[in-house]
């Protein structure tokens, strides 16, 4: 049976499927416009049960320190969730606009499948490290260093990659020990709610270890962000809102990652193939519509080159034409919402305002009259003031700006409150590893090189965030550290 029918959609509060004491939300096909059906608004109360849920099953049950048997559920989430891929490929396309194509991927099978790697991580962690005898102040002690889970999580996400996201934090909160309330972004509740009821009904995780919570409303999970009983956040967002959840989160001193906007810039070196790397840069801005935090969103290129690079980026761009996320050839589907498009369309007239020049794309694509549709659009003769330059557009837009040299390149790039990823096109060694070395940022990838796997941390510098998800790093941001010192 589909997932996709609309009273399948539950919270997930101590182990049980429940209704939302808020009553329901629509959700929406960004490609169509279409209602696809509603979701369960939680209310306070739902927040408070969930939380009661997490803390009762953290505190009272061997959870956290059962390892081998979290592996096991972790693994047979994965295998679950394998199980029911279809019916969760069809609502990840339907509610997310995400392209089929990138469900073979982040936007659903990279994601599932990387559950294995948080469930060796539980089994293969060096939990405790034998630090030796010491005798500070004559006493001669032995030393053991343990890593234990934190405690309750509250994950908090937002929809342009709901899987990615949600298993990105899933995978290691759990394996590392902890319980978790996740709140998922409005736009995107049946992505959430289908993963709650395969947990709910297949797998062992121990009733209250996973509690699902969706609403219509922010105040849920600002709520969430303050209350004494969650011990860390785990955030992925606007940096706006990473803001307000640091500030929420300070009263309980609780620990926060974050995970948050950028404006990464693709930087070309004079030594490149500048139209080919052009190409990818304008390709690469134009997947899932340009809703990625990690994306290179601005196009440094040598300035005699400048023309060329733009006729480059130009005919990828206007060779990509939006369309139905259905269609196995279709990398560039609708923006989540009305909303979402409004933000872009009113970036765009800010760009022209601002002198910029729409050397393609700039409006809603013609023939589309349904579904939140954008043309990729990129932008010239911006410098790295401007405010389409400045600020995450979260669409297909790419602006290009030329640089003179190596160090200009690498100063335009540190010009932004950012930091989150990059990338480096040039054929010398030597003045590549001079740049990589110098730009302010979390992931870089050089010559086409991706950084994403399960293994390799991600996160930002700066305004980008604070710590990383995925890899060992990730895996240890939902760890506490405990020293016991034994004497003789
Ligand atoms: P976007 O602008 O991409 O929707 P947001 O950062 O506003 O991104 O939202 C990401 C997630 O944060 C969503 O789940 C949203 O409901 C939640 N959220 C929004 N405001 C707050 C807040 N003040 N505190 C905690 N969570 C919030």
């Not at 860390?232 to 959840?245: C, N």
């Not at 030594?271 to 190409?279: K, L, M, P, R, T």
């Not at 990625?292 to 990828?316: F, K, S």
């Not at 003769?381 to 669409?395: H, P, Q, S, V």
Request: hydrophobic share 40%; with cysteine; proline share 6%.
């Amino acid at each position: 049976m589909s997932l996709l029918t609309a009273d399948s959609s539950q919270l997930l509060i101590g182990g049980e499927l429940r209704p939302g004491g808020g009553g329901t939300f629509e959700t929406v096909n960004p490609a169509t416009e279409e209602v696809l059906g509603q979701a369960p608004d939680a209310d306070s109360a739902d927040l408070d049960a969930a939380i009661g849920a997490a803390r009762t099953a953290f505190d009272d049950t061997d959870w956290s320190r059962d390892h081998a048997f979290r592996a096991h559920c972790l693994r047979q989430l994965r295998t679950a969730l394998q199980a029911d891929a279809e019916a969760l490929r069809e609502i990840t396309i339907a509610e997310v606009g995400a392209p089929l194509m990138l469900t073979r991927g982040p936007q659903l099978e990279g994601p599932v499948d990387d559950l294995e790697y948080a469930a060796g991580l539980a089994e293969s962690y060096a939990w405790e490290t034998d630090l030796g005898t010491a005798s500070p102040m004559g006493i001669k002690s032995s030393r053991v260093l343990r890593r234990e889970a934190i405690g309750v999580v509250g994950a908090i996400t937002p929809w342009n990659f709901p899987h990615q996201i949600n298993f990105a934090k899933l995978g290691p909160a759990l394996a590392a020990g902890n319980t978790v309330v996740l709140k998922p972004a409005p736009d995107t509740p049946w992505c959430a709610t289908s993963v709650g009821a395969i947990i709910a009904e297949h797998t062992d995780i121990p009733p209250g270890v996973v509690n699902i919570i969706t609403s219509s409303a922010h105040e849920i999970g600002s709520a969430l962000t303050s209350d004494p009983r969650v011990d860390m956040i785990s955030f992925t967002g606007s940096t706006a809102t990473g803001r307000a959840v640091m500030t929420n989160a300070a009263a309980t001193l609780k620990k926060t990652f974050l995970e948050l906007g950028g404006k990464s810039a693709f930087v070309i070196l004079d030594d490149a193939d500048i139209a080919a790397a052009a190409g990818f840069a304008a390709f690469s801005v134009c997947v899932h519509a340009g809703q990625g935090c990690a994306l290179t969103t601005r196009l440094l290129v040598p300035r005699a080159a400048y023309e060329q690079a733009i006729e480059a980026a130009a005919a990828t761009m206007g060779g990509i034409r939006p369309g139905d996320p259905t269609k196995p050839g279709t990398i560039c589907g609708p923006l989540i919402s009305s909303a979402q498009r409004a933000r872009v369309e009113h970036y765009l007239s800010l760009a022209r305002a601002e002198g910029g020049r729409i050397v393609v794309g700039g409006g809603r694509p013609a023939g589309l009259d349904r579904g939140f549709f954008i043309e990729p659009t990129l932008i010239a003769d911006l410098d790295n003031g401007a405010t389409a330059a400045r600020e995450e557009i979260f669409g297909p837009v790419l602006v290009v700006i030329p640089h003179d040299g190596d160090d200009d390149a690498i100063r335009i790039a540190n010009d932004s409150p950012y930091g989150l990823s990059g990338s480096v096109w040039g054929t010398d060694p030597a003045r590549i590893d001079h740049v990589t070395s110098r730009i302010r940022t979390g992931t870089l990838g050089v010559n086409g090189g991706i950084w994403y796997s399960a293994d390799a941390p991600f996160g930002g510098y700066k305004q980008s965030g604070n710590g990383r998800e995925m890899g060992v790093a990730g895996f240890e941001e939902y760890l506490e550290t405990k020293l016991i010192a034994t004497a003789g």
